[in-house]
């Protein structure tokens, strides 16, 4: 029996490959929204579209929280700015 292509891959399929950009992530996110308001999908295929969507949903909230603490430690409160050595990415 032939495979069929997987229509909604995991964003963590392949751990080699660089981090995924935040943008390219909405980008996703955007394309799983059309698919899923087109009406076009199964039950199963919708379901797997808002899975997939929630995963990429989480990792380009990580994203956000990640830029948001940068910030904090470069402009420390608006009374006393202070700076900090930023962390490494993960």
Do not use: C, N, W
Request: no cysteine; charged share 30%.
């Amino acid at each position: 029996m032939a495979k069929t292509p997987d229509l909604f891959p995991q964003p963590d399929a392949a751990p080699a490959e660089p981090p995924v950009s935040f943008e390219k992530l909405v980008d996703q996110l955007d394309k799983l929204v059309a698919q899923l308001e087109s009406g076009q999908l199964s039950l199963e295929d919708s379901l797997a579209a808002f899975d997939t969507g929630m995963a990429i949903s989480r990792k380009a909230a990580a994203i956000l929280d990640a830029a948001e603490h940068r910030l904090e430690q470069i402009a420390g409160s608006p009374d006393k700015p202070e700076l900090k050595p930023l962390d490494e990415p993960t």
